[in-house]
T-cell receptor, first 117, second 113 residues
Framework: DSGVTQTPKHLITATGQRVTLRCSPRSGDLSVYWYQQSLDQGLQFLIQYYNGEERAKGNILERFSAQQFPDLHSELNLSSLELGDSALYFC????????????????FGPGTRLLVL | DQQVKQNSPSLSVQEGRISILNCDYTNSMFDYFLWYKKYPAEGPTFLIS?????DKNEDGRFTVFLNKSAKHLSLHIVPSQPGDSAVYFC????????????FGTGTRLQVTL
């Protein structure tokens, strides 16, 4: 158990809909990262938040947005869903955002499996 | 553009033998490399890492080798155990990217009895 929790575990929805994925980081971790893993693909970095502020952005679609709340949990909002958005969405957390990877081991949650029909 | 590549989607090894998983990268700015292990229905778990100032890092049965000139790294597992059966992801990052990890597509290792 990494200490990172994600809800829900599974989500089935229809095209055009909007969903919210939730992540609670490990106790004491200030950074939260979101990744998308599509079928037979590696994990693609979407976005990082550090202590409530956006820190880094990857290939995140404009239909997707995220935020980190004062209690440090994070939500990833996916809107106008398309079939191609079906994927595993992982959240990870680390202690801080020093930029020194040696100090920033990321711990992953179990993921949310999204199926868009 | 796949900056981190794992060209072998799967690998089967007998218990007790050595498992060698390979990873190639194209971005010469990468200076820190990691291996993650993933079981079904779980998130990836950090396994071992190596900085670009080293060419080898060892942790128990797991050793990672880095060849910067070839932009290649490998993970050796000796001896392989059935519990090692999982998907292994290679990842890379570089200083100043706030730890944004670039992952390969993974290699599924099966350790047979």
């Amino acid at each position: 158990d990494s200490g990172v929790t994600q809800t829900p575990k599974h989500l089935i929805t229809a095209t055009g809909q909007r969903v919210t994925l939730r992540c609670s980081p490990r106790s004491g971790d200030l950074s939260v990262y979101w990744y998308q893993q599509s079928l037979d693909q590696g994990l693609q970095f979407l976005i990082q938040y550090y202590n409530g502020e956006e820190r880094a952005k990857g290939n995140i679609l404009e239909r997707f947005s995220a935020q980190q709340f004062p209690d440090l949990h994070s939500e990833l909002n996916l809107s106008s869903l398309e079939l191609g958005d079906s994927a595993l969405y992982f959240c990870a957390s680390s202690v801080g955002a020093s930029g020194r990877a040696l100090e920033e081991t990321q711990y992953f949650g179990p993921g949310t499996r999204l199926l868009v029909l | 553009d796949q900056q981190v590549k794992q060209n072998s989607p799967s690998l089967s090894v007998q218990e007790g033998r050595i498992s060698i998983l390979n990873c190639d990268y194209t971005n010469s700015m990468f200076d820190y490399f990691l291996w993650y292990k993933k079981y079904p229905a779980e998130g990836p778990t950090f396994l071992i890492s190596i900085s670009s100032i080293k060419d080898k890092n060892e942790d128990g049965r797991f050793t990672v080798f880095l060849n910067k000139s070839a932009k290649h790294l490998s993970l050796h597992i000796v001896p392989s155990q059935p519990g090692d059966s999982a998907v292994y992801f290679c990842a890379a990052t570089y200083t100043g990217t706030a730890s944004k990890l670039t992952f390969g597509t993974g290699t599924r290792l099966q350790v047979t009895l």
